[in-house]
């Protein structure tokens, strides 16, 4: 009995973290509800975003690197491992947790973990998605095509009305179609 119960909360998969004294993501379900050893939780809690003293800004948001080396880490301190090291100042990240100063963050391949907010930035940028996406002299796909932008070419983001988004990059100013860039939330304006 005893090593089923230690199987059954190993599957668990954020039930229950402790961060310091504060007890986050209680168990919604008991261990004599599970049915079969498949555990389901409720739709509200799997779309829960965690804030935890955090900046109060809005999460999830859009962010980017401050300097060329940044360390993304398995948990939200020093003494958690890195995972993976970031070389690209500019580089579009979404936040989408928040713990202090540290600040969950999923990068454009889904790669996730957390950075101390200290290297990020809330300057726009946006990650072409596509191969040789255009850039158009107005939002419009009539208007003249003034550059093409190559697969994960970094732009800064001026504006997102709509459809569009009015970017720049060395020199290059112009629009592209939004649903080509990587950086700014679906149902998001940015003006």
Avoid at 22 to 47: C, K, N, R
Avoid at 87 to 103: C, K, N, S, T, Y
Wanted: hydrophobic share 45%; net charge positive; glycine share 8%.
């Amino acid at each position: 009995m005893k090593k089923k119960i230690i199987m059954m909360f190993q599957k668990l998969p954020t039930l229950p973290l402790v961060f310091g004294l504060f007890w986050l993501v209680p168990p919604l379900i008991s261990p004599t509800s599970w049915p079969s050893g498949e555990i389901t939780t409720p739709a509200v809690a799997q779309e829960a975003k965690l804030t935890v003293r955090g900046s109060g800004l809005p999460v999830p948001r859009y962010v980017t690197l401050k300097f060329d080396e940044a360390n993304l880490r398995a948990g939200p301190g020093r003494e958690y491992p890195v995972l993976w090291q970031y070389r690209q100042a500019g580089l579009p990240l979404m936040v989408d947790a928040e713990f202090g100063i540290w600040r969950k963050v999923v990068d454009h391949d889904g790669t996730a973990g957390w950075m101390h907010g200290s290297v990020l930035s809330l300057r726009r940028m946006a990650l072409v998605q596509t191969n040789m996406a255009k850039i158009y002299a107005n939002p419009d796909e009539t208007s003249d095509v003034v550059a093409l932008a190559e697969r994960q070419a970094l732009m800064e983001l001026q504006s997102c009305p709509k459809a569009w988004c009015r970017v720049a990059s060395d020199g290059v100013r112009g629009w592209i179609k939004r649903q080509v860039v990587w950086g700014i939330l679906e149902t998001e304006s940015l003006d």
